[in-house]
């Protein structure tokens, strides 16, 4: 057996399902979840990567579901704009989606841009810092800043006050460090 | 806000990777099985260079020096031929062979899960034996068979074989070969040994591509002939090591048509003098022709045919016709410009020439008549 298989066949059976929870801050919903996950998957391990393990694999996959993400809205982003208008939520309701300020925050990233999206998921959820944020994503320090601001802006109407430790990613933006 | 953002999130994610959870274990798996088997299809892409483009690119990869483990246990393929699977007194020919091959649903790119079955009567390959280099682009194998029915040695003494070549359980190349005249040996009577010429082995991914050295599975899909002189086809597992060298090991640099050796009068040797790759990598020498898969033709072969005597068809000005083939078409005469053969009268073989630069040299060994032969 080829030296990657056991790696990934550990990765998906004992990681599977935190990976779909991260992809789906990302992409909204169960679905597309899963297949940002697969793809990662296939992305990760379809390049020779010698010795990886899975603690150093499971990064590997991370990082490329936000690419496979980003990717995927670049390239489906006019249907994007239209599909809220034409497809209902597939996704069933659980218990854990029944409160209706979950639904708001739900609402409200679904009307952030997909980088916008990213940022807010890699600062809020992964706890990356701004530096980490645009080396994942591939843009400039300031440009994160930008969408990490806007993004809690947007948020802010849905969600009210912000707190504190989101003020401190918009005092981290007016102070441009 | 009673909660942050970061708990919501957290609690969204937890949410989506418990829903996540919920699905049953055989369906993980074969998940799980569909996405090894999407990985291990592009990492045999990778491992070959260019995008896997189906059986329309065929070349020669050298194999190098192997030693065999024995094959597993003898098993059969039911029902792959068709009625254009014409077998000749020599067995099938190499694209009759492919042809078979394809018949079972076996192609570039795709895993190798071929469904065995037993077939009585007919003596099966049970294990291969060795094989060798015998030039850059030919090997041979030896392969015992049982014997297990009575006619069945002169049934083995016709066979030829087909073989698909496999890693990490895709399909990443074909070969096909011959018995070597007078190469069957009876051992005592339940056992006999038989050694094919497989002229080739062809890469999917095309000459251009880099195969590396690795271990690899050749299973081997045959055509024969049952006592009864009925076409009956078997498919015979085995497993091959195969050391695939880069092809530079074997493209020597500069002008080699001083130091070349000469072919047997029925196999073509060459020696490519072609430090620009602009024929490919590789070449694919069969008993009447020489295929090249220069990058420039997007994948199809440049085909120079010679006659099964060594000589060399050709104008009186000596030009040789170059052709132009995919795998499983008809092939068409080279009008695209560029590249040019001709004949090369002693010992008699042809060059191959792009912009007045001799790409490759080949010879058949044959001493040629004095009369050329038309050739369209």
Redesign the interface.
Known sequence: M?S??PV??QL??NR???L??????LAGN?HD??DLV?EA??RT????RPGLVPEAAESYVRRAILSAYLDGYRKRKRWIAVRHLLVPRA??D?P??VTA??LE??TALAGLSPRERAC??LR??EDKTTPEIAEAIGISDGAVKKYLGNAVRR?SVV?????E??IEAITVVKGRD | ??????D??????????????RSDDEA?RA??DG??G???R??AV?HTGTAVAGASLVAALAVGGSQLTGGRGARSIPGATGPGAEIGPGGLNQAQQLALVNNLGIECGKPFTLKMTEVPNLAPISTIDAARVTRGTDYEVAVAYTINGPGATSVLARFSMAAVIVR?GTVVGFAAGRPLPGSLEEDDGTHAILRLHMPSLMNCSGPDAPTPDGQYEMYNVEGRLDDAGATQVTGVLGTLPIAVPDWATYAPQGDATQDVAPGDGTVASTRITDPSGALGRGATFGTTYALFTPPELDGKNLVVRFNADGSVPHDPDGTVPLWTSSLGLPSDVYTAGGFTATWVPSPEGFKIMKDGVTLVWSTTGRTPTPTATPTR
């Open positions: 080829a990657w298989q990934m066949e998906f059976l599977r399902a935190a779909i929870g991260y992809a789906a801050l169960d979840a899963e697969h998957l296939v391990f379809s390049r020779a996704e069933s659980g854990e989606r300020q979950r925050i739900e807010v998921v809020y959820y948020l969600l009210g006050p912000v707190p430790r989101h | 806000m009673s909660t942050t953002l970061q919501t999130l957290k609690t969204l994610a937890d949410g989506a990777a418990a829903r996540a959870g993980h998940t799980l996405l090894l999407t990985v291990r592009r990492r990778r990490d």
